[in-house]
């Protein structure tokens, strides 16, 4: 069993900076592939960014060249950074696991990007 706890989230302006964090538990960490999601209220959760168990990063196009996922594998933790926020950012943003033929998902933080 993983479970995944967010933090992070907050209220930032427009152009500005945030990073989200994920505490992982379990031993198996390194060798799930973790992710970030995000949702805003009745829309579908959307893929964000990605990290595989081998370091490898995906990102979605709207985020590439201002989001940065990373992970660190001796803390059990993985990181988005986020710069030049937008208001179109705004939305809870989930951490993910998988592997193992599982999926696991934490509660989710909250950004807004407001004036």
């Known amino acids: 069993q993983v479970q995944l706890v967010e933090s992070g989230g907050g209220l930032v302006q427009p152009g500005g900076s945030l990073r989200v964090s994920c505490a992982a538990s379990?031993?198996?960490?390194?060798?799930?592939?973790m992710g970030w999601y995000r949702q805003n209220p009745g829309l579908q959760r959307d893929r964000v960014a990605l990290?595989?168990?081998?370091?490898?990063?995906w990102y979605a196009e709207s985020v590439k060249g201002r989001f940065t996922i990373w992970r660190d594998n001796a803390k059990n933790m993985v990181y988005l950074q986020m710069s030049s926020l937008k208001p179109s950012d705004t939305a809870v943003y989930y951490c993910?696991?998988?592997?193992?033929?599982?999926?696991?998902w934490g509660q989710g933080t909250q950004v807004t990007v407001s004036s």
């Open positions: 993910s696991a998988a592997g193992t033929g599982k999926e696991y």
């Open positions: 379990g031993s198996i960490f390194s060798y799930l592939n």
């Open positions: 990290v595989t168990s081998s370091g490898s990063t």
